[in-house]
T-cell receptor, first 115, second 115 residues
Framework: AQKVTQAQTEISVVEKEDVTLDCVYE???????LFWYKQPPSGELVFLIR??????QNEISGRYSWNFQKSTSSFNFTITASQVVDSAVYFC????????????FGQGTTLQVKP | DTGVSQDPRHKITKRGQNVTFRCDPI?????LYWYRQTLGQGPEFLTY????????KSRLLSDRFSAERPKGSFSTLEIQRTEQGDSAMYLC?????????????FGPGTRLTVL
């Protein structure tokens, strides 16, 4: 079965705190891709990152960083020094090995950053 | 490039009526996806087109749902005999490339309310 689990439904932090959003996935495929998308209050999903199953290097982009660990089937997302504008729903998604590229999304984590 | 557009943005209909939604992908994107998102959940894959060919349909897509992409450009999603359970946000996304792992660009969605 292909599945993505985001166990944290809602997280609330105070501005400048660091926060980690968890993502655990299930797949039997050896080749797959993982994604994170942000859905701000305006509603439109915004792409953040894509990672393939053969690349376990962590990635940092500004205040954002991602930790991919195949051994635990996790692809966690950390925001350093959070800001109010980071408030949104964040989705982790899995694209299995079929060539369609369809995304299997987790339930999402709502992040609220308070000033 | 104006991004993915969807029309209408909101649709209210009575149970039993037919509705049709339109999606205009980013020009020259050969891949087009439809997803459905209900409140508090992640988007769920409905169907996928590569150019004008519909190559995958989810089991979620009952016989009342039909999608087309007649010239490989815009796409329509029709729901016949709507039911209250069809109330959701319908999202369209597009991407390019030979393989299905590229970033998908999402439209703003069409929110359907079935009374």
């Amino acid at each position: 079965a292909q599945k993505v689990t985001q166990a944290q439904t809602e997280i609330s932090v105070v501005e400048k705190e660091d926060v980690t959003l968890d993502c655990v996935y299930e797949t039997r495929d050896t080749t797959y891709y993982l994604f994170w998308y942000k859905q701000p209050p305006s509603g439109e999903l915004v792409f953040l990152i894509r990672r393939n199953s053969f690349d376990e290097q962590n990635e940092i982009s500004g205040r954002y960083s991602w930790n991919f660990q195949k051994s635990t089937s996790s692809f966690n997302f950390t925001i350093t020094a959070s800001q109010v504008v980071d408030s949104a729903v964040y989705f982790c998604a899995l694209s299995p090995s079929s060539n369609t590229g369809k995304l299997i999304f987790g339930q999402g984590t709502t992040l609220q950053v308070k000033p | 490039d104006t991004g993915v557009s969807q029309d209408p943005r909101h649709k209210i209909t009575k149970r039993g009526q037919n509705v049709t939604f339109r999606c205009d992908p980013i020009s020259e994107h050969n891949r087009l996806y439809w997803y459905r998102q209900t409140l508090g959940q992640g988007p769920e894959f409905l169907t996928y087109f590569q150019n004008e060919a519909q190559l995958e349909k989810s089991r979620l897509l009952s016989d009342r749902f039909s999608a087309e992409r007649p010239k490989g450009s815009f796409s329509t999603l029709e729901i016949q005999r709507t039911e209250q359970g069809d109330s959701a946000m319908y999202l369209c996304a597009s991407s390019s490339g030979e393989w299905g792992y590229n970033e998908q660009f999402f439209g703003p969605g069409t929110r359907l309310t079935v009374l």
